[in-house]
């Protein structure tokens, strides 16, 4: 199993373009987070899905925009980048129980100038 | 909104000292979860507490859930320069959702 894949791994935007980071996950898992860490920092829920077709915000969502067609994707959309979200971004997901460990993927690392 | 500190924020230790690292949730948490981050990596799952008190070990590492379940830590005994990385705690708490904490990173050196 691939587990949690992201893609790109490296990305140069620049100021006001916009992208769509990807991430998929072939474990069936419904519960699917997008999380943002900063240099020296720790994890910033952005968005997270509790199954296809429901999304809901975490704590850091502006300037940021998600969606949930299948069970598998769950991909990110940037718009209009600044250059404070330059970061990496870590997609992660779970099992149904609420104890499950979350599986991340490798990351994106985004930079925006 | 809960929060979740750890202390400390960071610690440099020579090969062969013990290490420790404290987490302390502002709520009530039903379980927690640690990770570690090595550079340039993902988190990645260690272990997770759901019992008052819980004690586990896992070779070098042990992991203890306060009797009050808002509290946590994680000891590792004789660190190798593979034990190099950030150490999360994650607590779940009302709503079910899962919080981080701030972490602490590790540097070990020979």
């Known amino acids: 199993n691939a587990g949690v894949t992201q893609t790109p791994k490296f990305r140069i935007l620049k100021i006001g373009q916009s992208m769509t980071l990807q991430c998929a996950q072939d474990?069936?898992?419904?519960?699917m987070y997008w999380y943002r860490q900063d240099p020296g920092m720790g994890l910033k829920l952005i968005y997270y899905?509790?199954?296809?077709?429901?999304?809901d915000k975490g704590e850091v969502p502006n300037g940021y925009n998600v969606s949930r067609s299948t069970t598998e994707d769950f991909p990110l959309r940037l718009e209009l980048a600044a250059p404070s979200q330059t970061s990496v971004y870590f997609c992660?997901?779970?099992?149904?129980?609420?104890?499950?460990?979350?599986?991340f993927g490798d990351g994106t690392r985004l930079s925006i100038l | 909104g809960q929060q979740v500190m750890q202390i400390p924020q960071y610690q440099h230790v020579q090969e062969g000292e013990d290490f420790t690292t404290y987490c302390n949730s502002s709520?009530?948490?039903?379980?927690i979860q640690w990770y570690k981050q090595r550079p340039g990596g993902h988190p990645v799952f260690l272990i997770q507490?759901?019992?008052?008190?819980e004690v586990k070990k896992q070779k070098r590492l042990t992991f203890q859930f306060g009797e009050a379940k808002k509290n946590s830590s994680l000891h590792i005994t004789a660190t190798q320069t593979t034990d190099v990385g950030t150490y999360f705690c994650?607590?779940?708490?009302?709503?079910?959702?899962?919080?981080f904490g701030t972490g602490t990173r590790l540097q070990v050196t020979l």
């Open positions: 994650a607590g779940t708490g009302t709503a079910s959702k899962l919080t």
């Open positions: 709520t009530t948490l039903s379980n």
């Open positions: 992660a997901s779970r099992g149904q129980g609420a104890g499950e460990p979350q599986h």
């Open positions: 507490l759901v019992k008052s008190g």
């Open positions: 899905s509790v199954g296809a077709g429901i999304t």
């Open positions: 474990m069936n898992h419904n519960y």
